[in-house]
């Protein structure tokens, strides 16, 4: 069974190969097996007593037939269906304990593992408003003429270009991992047809790491993988190298299965593609606000989610996607930067990893509107926290403001950073019996020396790019100049060259897709 106990899952196995490494952590954990075991069981519970509300006819027979006890449909469509633990073990059974993510460039590929917690970064989320930063240039009276520079912040809706500048931003940020699109294109002449192939394509184009994304529209799923079919270059070469992968929100909570969106996993399924099962519930309105409430009905929600996708095919790459937030009880907005936030997550990690499937899992996300104090200490706070716990993937971690409904890319530039530090905090301890001998010997020299001092073996290690260097956007003893460093960074990353599509299959692309924006060829 893939049912874990608390220290079966932290050394590598000798097959196991990395394209593209994450941080291997030994993971943080919170919950003990007995834990552990309350929440299997209550989820349990949930699910063959409580049951879930599925609306839609293929959902609910491909359920039925498995063994769950499937109700009549209410007024509304939806059936109570009850779910039982037998279900449930062999569905996680079947789940593959490894997922691969492709790439364009297969060194950017991905190996997801749920017995080897090693965390990769991405972006996430679907932002309405871009955030451009300004700099402005003002002169105190009492100076005498000294000029300060200082930024300012402007909001507007995204687009399709800014999609694409995004995705070639986020190509050149050296701790992004994997892709998915920051900004909603809501140009004019997009529409709930042609937007599923127009963002997939403005991503691909544009960055050379894996790109996931959900689906709008059901009938679009064919189009996307075809589209996806032409950059990997033909089926079997895209199931070798998933270049795209699906986020399909099966459950809205609480406990209601979306006929449409589990379709749209089922597409994905039929196609060997991976599919993250994301639910997200908010605690306080659409979820419990204590910890193990939450963390109770989030796991049986993903649990369905699962056992839905092995019953339609066995073995079928599934990710277990939890992004538990938190409500604001004075106005019901999403509250990233409670410290419940990281806990309901981590929690969720040691969940996926207790039943041996991969974890995507939520941090990085600030409440503030623009950069600024609040948004460095509620984002780093995240990404080191959940980090610890050992998702395979960590999403929301670059550029988010505003509780998700804002990115700013010189924030995402500042993310980096941040995370960059992160993975120097977790890196693996080197300590061995052959560094022992290393250290003696440097020690026994600078002890010899007349100067007894260990400039001359720091530089050394300096050289080899293992110490910190400093933070890179540092400001000034009299002017705090960070945020124009960073503003200065982005439009370094921006200026620089793309990598685009092979003109070739650019052009096999436009005739062979239908939907998509002629601009942008």
Excluded: W
């Amino acid at each position: 069974m893939h049912f874990y106990t608390s220290a079966s899952y932290i050394t590598m196995e000798e097959d196991f190969t990395i394209m593209r490494k994450g941080v291997e952590v030994s993971p943080y954990q919170r919950l003990n097996q007995e834990q552990l075991d309350l929440i299997h069981q209550t989820s349990m519970e949930i699910l063959n007593h409580t049951g879930i509300l599925v609306y839609g006819e293929e959902p609910a027979n491909l359920l039925s037939s498995g063994g769950a006890d499937v109700g009549n449909a209410d007024q509304h469509g939806g059936r109570k269906v009850r779910i039982p633990e037998k279900m449930v073990r062999k569905s996680v059974e079947s789940a593959p304990d490894e997922v691969k993510l492709g790439a364009r460039n297969p060194d950017n590929a991905l190996i997801l593992s749920s017995k080897t917690p090693q965390v990769h970064y991405g972006s996430g989320s679907e932002t309405n408003f871009f955030l451009e930063t300004r700099l402005n240039r003002y002169v105190p009276v009492e100076k005498n003429g000294e000029e300060y520079v200082f930024p300012t912040y402007k909001s507007r809706r995204g687009t399709v270009e800014d999609l694409c500048r995004v995705a070639h931003l986020a190509d050149q940020l050296e701790n992004l991992d994997f892709f998915i699109r920051p900004i909603n294109i809501q140009d004019e002449d997009i529409t709930e047809e042609n937007k599923d192939v127009n963002k997939f394509f403005a991503s691909l184009d544009n960055i050379n790491k894996h790109v996931m994304a959900g689906i709008t529209d059901l009938n679009q799923v064919e189009n996307v993988i075809k589209l996806a079919r032409l950059v990997a270059g033909g089926q079997q070469e895209l199931v070798n190298n998933p270049v795209i992968s699906f986020i399909s929100c099966v459950t809205k909570s609480p406990l209601q299965m979306v006929g449409d969106a589990a379709l749209r996993m089922l597409a994905a399924n039929r196609n060997q593609l991976p599919v993250v099962i994301s639910s997200s519930p908010q605690g306080g309105s659409t979820a419990p606000i204590d910890e193990m409430g939450m963390v109770s009905m989030i796991n049986a929600e993903i649990l369905a989610g699962i056992v839905l996708s092995q019953q339609a095919v066995e073995g079928a790459p599934v990710i277990y996607g939890s992004v538990p937030v938190r409500a604001r009880m004075d106005n019901l907005h999403d509250m990233y930067g409670a410290p419940e936030f990281n806990r309901y997550n981590a929690y969720c990690v040691q969940m996926s990893r207790y039943y041996g499937v991969p974890c995507y899992s939520t941090g990085g996300v600030s409440d503030a509107r623009v950069p600024g104090i609040q948004a460095t200490m509620e984002k780093t706070l995240s990404h080191l926290y959940i980090a610890q716990s050992g998702p395979a993937l960590l999403h929301y971690a670059f550029g988010l403001l505003m509780e998700t409904q804002t990115f700013c890319p010189e924030q995402a530039v500042l993310d980096n950073a941040h995370i960059g530090i992160i993975k120097k905090i977790l890196e693996e301890p080197e300590f061995s019996v052959d560094k022992k001998d290393e250290v003696i010997k440097t020690i026994q020299e600078v002890m010899d020396s007349p100067y007894r001092i260990f400039a001359r073996h720091a530089r050394k290690q300096m050289r080899s790019g293992k110490m910190f260097m400093g933070y890179p956007f540092e400001g000034g003893e009299e002017k705090d100049d960070t945020m124009l460093k960073v503003k200065d960074e982005t439009d370094r990353l921006f200026s620089q060259s793309r990598r685009p599509i092979p003109k070739e299959t650019r052009e096999k692309i436009f005739i062979e897709v239908p939907g998509l924006l002629s601009r942008l060829k």
